[in-house]
């Protein structure tokens, strides 16, 4: 903060186990990497190079270490971890990551049909090496999992050894805990707050209006994914009560308008 007000939340500094920021990076350049981390560094704390990217970008080795030397921790997509699988490619993923000095990994089963267990078991192998997060959520808008089913999949999950469970809703925010037309599916939502731990959660929210919704209903400490790199600030004001949607969110009663 460059100037302290009163009624602002505190943040916790990096690294930090909630009010966590996950960014997607589809393809940034590295210029445009230098340019978010001297932006927005400080207040990011994962980097997802997203579904396949690391594949056909450029200067992949340097971006990771450009954001690790900013104390952002970069990963690999899950798709590309379901791409590897797919193939039967698991030993070839795990090099892949090693070879890029990454040490954080995601598992997902959002593009491929896997049966949860077999997905537990990848979770339990790569824990031993790695910082597993794991996704749950289908990406196709068509298959309606229910919450029990969510519950059941993110508990296991963390038994297994994720730290993180990711809950799917795409770059696009119309699918898992939104519905189509991007507004929250609230019951779905509640049910999983009511069984799995709220700081183990990190709830995809690319589009404002969702970012504010998690805020108003969690506070600035909601660990928030899928973040546009150029929107990072943006969030910031959102979680601080420093934009218009969240301006009257922390401020005792004395000091808000007479409707």
């Known amino acids: ?7 602002i939340p505190e943040r916790d500094e990096k690294p930090r186990k909630k009010g966590l920021t996950m960014v997607m990076d589809k393809g940034l350049s590295m210029q445009e990497a230098e340019n978010l981390c001297d932006s927005s560094g400080h207040l990011i704390d994962f980097l997802k190079l997203g579904f396949g990217t ?8 340097e971006k990771i270490k450009l954001f690790q030397q900013n104390n952002i921790r970069p990963y690999f997509g899950g798709t590309l971890f379901e791409a590897f699988v797919v193939r ?13 000095n990454v040490d954080l990994v995601e598992v997902s089963d959002g593009s491929m049909h896997m049966e949860h267990d077999v997905k537990c078991e990848y979770i339990r192998k790569l824990s031993q ?4 997060i794991s996704e749950v959520g289908t990406k196709d808008a068509g298959i309606i999992i229910a919450p029990n089913k969510w519950i059941k999949m993110m508990k296991n999950e963390l038994a297994a050894g994720s730290v993180n469970v ?17 507004n929250a599916h609230v019951v779905l939502i509640n049910k999983i707050l009511e069984n799995v731990p709220e700081n183990s959660i990190l709830w995809e929210a690319p589009n404002k209006a ?38 009257l969110h922390y401020l005792p009663d004395e000091l808000k308008e007479e409707d």
């Open 1 to 7: 903060m460059n100037y302290k007000l009163p009624y």
């Open 54 to 61: 690391s594949l056909v970008s450029k200067n992949v080795k």
């Open 88 to 100: 039967n490619m698991y030993d070839d993923f795990r090099k892949y990551v090693s070879t890029h």
């Open 129 to 132: 090496e790695f910082t597993v």
């Open 166 to 182: 990711i809950a799917e809703a795409r770059e696009s925010g119309n699918v898992g805990i939104f519905k189509s037309n991007g």
């Open 210 to 247: 969702q970012q504010v919704w998690f805020v108003k209903l969690l506070g600035a400490d909601v660990n928030l994914g899928n973040i546009a790199p150029n929107e990072v600030i943006s969030l910031e004001t959102i979680r601080l009560g420093l934009r218009g949607d969240t301006f």
